[in-house]
């Protein structure tokens, strides 16, 4: 069983930077998809970066050019740089990964969340 841990979350002022993390147990991301979802009250959980091996790294239109996703060598953290924050961006960051497991099936796992508040 994997398990995937965030952290970073904060309160920042619009302009500024945040950096994300989650880590996950176990043998990590490995060869699997790792990305970063959001989600306001009241909205659908929404994906904001999208991590895939050998595949374009895919963005939400509205953070192209301001986010980054990344991914250590180790392949066990996968970070969300988010820069020039605006208060649109305010919302709870879930870690998401599809990931390989030892049982040689494909599995879904989610972070529990961190928020971000982009407020002046």
């Known amino acids: 069983q994997v398990q995937l841990v965030e952290s970073g979350g904060g309160s920042v002022q619009p302009g500024q930077s945040l950096r994300l993390a989650c880590s996950a147990s176990g043998s990590g991301f490995g060869v699997g998809t790792a990305a970063w979802y959001r989600q306001v009250p009241g909205k659908e959980r929404e994906s904001v970066a999208v991590?895939?091996?050998?595949?374009?790294?895919k963005y939400a239109g509205s953070v192209k050019g301001r986010f980054t996703i990344s991914m250590d060598a180790a392949k066990t953290t996968v970070y969300l740089q988010m820069d020039a924050l605006q208060p649109d961006d305010t919302g709870t960051y879930y870690c998401y990964g599809y990931l390989y497991g030892d049982d040689y099936r494909w599995h879904t796992y989610w972070g529990q969340g961190t928020q971000v508040t982009v407020s002046s």
């Open positions: 991590l895939t091996p050998a595949a374009p790294i």
